[in-house]
């Protein structure tokens, strides 16, 4: 079964500090993974794509990286910002079809000042 | 913004009503989504369409309608719906080829309609 996990489920830092958020799936053929962040009461917005052939890809504060052959990602957020708590989910994308996207449950990050 | 609207944005309903929910977007887009976003749970896919025509229905409740009239609107009629149905309601669009291939569709997301059903 194709599944994404995402760890921690939430994550509690201050205002400045770095952090980083996981991705494990299982989903095969793989396409793509997407990271997305989601205010609350908002939809999702895309912060990165990333196909098998990229390893790393950077969005301002953001990094997010790649490892294929294990099938993990990291997202890593630099500096952290009371604007950056949210929730952070992580989307992979199947080869087989235009919309076969598996998503995560997310990782609710909270940055306090 | 990201170009795809949504309304209502909150919305409470009996059992017994019948309501829906509008989507639309402004990027001239080829094909529209309808997602259900449960409190902890992934995203779900419940319709796609693309290039007006439905291509996707992920096992969805027939109490859950969609309709397309054309490729910048989406709807979303509900009846008779139950308890756990009350969810966050996100439609998407996307630019989409008619050769397919790889799924490297970047989707815009509305805000989402927040629906409780008592």
């Known amino acids: 079964k194709n599944q994404v996990e995402q760890s921690p489920q939430s994550l509690i830092i201050l205002e400045g500090k770095n952090c980083t958020l996981q991705?494990?799936?299982?989903?095969?053929?793989?396409?793509?993974l997407r990271w997305y962040k989601q205010d609350t009461g908002r939809g999702p917005v895309s912060l990165t794509i990333?196909?098998?052939?990229?390893n790393t890809k950077s969005n301002g504060r953001y990094t997010a990286t790649l490892d294929a052959d294990t099938k993990q990602s990291s997202l890593h957020i630099t500096a952290s910002q009371l604007s950056d708590s949210a929730s952070y989910i992580c989307?992979?994308?199947?080869?087989?079809?235009?919309?076969?996207?598996?998503f995560g449950s997310g990782t609710r990050l909270q940055v306090q000042p | 913004e990201t170009g795809v609207t949504q309304t209502p944005r909150h919305l409470v309903m009996g059992m017994t009503n019948k309501k829906s929910l509008k989507c639309e977007q402004h990027l001239g887009h080829n094909a529209m989504y309808w997602y259900k976003q449960s409190a902890k749970k992934p995203l779900e896919l419940m319709f796609v369409?693309?290039?007006?025509?439905?291509?996707e229905n992920n096992s969805v409740p027939s109490r859950f309608s969609p309709e397309c009239p054309n490729s910048s609107h989406l709807f979303l009629h509900l009846h008779t719906l139950q308890p756990e149905d009350s969810a966050l309601y996100l439609c998407?669009?996307?630019?989409?080829?008619?050769?397919?291939?790889?799924?490297?569709?970047?989707?815009?997301f509305g805000p989402g309609t927040r629906l409780t059903v008592t």
């Open positions: 990333m196909t098998f052939s990229e």
């Open positions: 989307v992979v994308s199947l080869d087989t079809g235009r919309r076969a996207l598996t």
């Open positions: 998407a669009s996307s630019q989409e080829s008619e050769a397919g291939g790889a799924s490297y569709y970047e989707q815009y």
């Open positions: 369409y693309n290039f007006k025509e439905q291509t």
């Open positions: 991705c494990n799936y299982t989903v095969s053929p793989f396409s793509n």
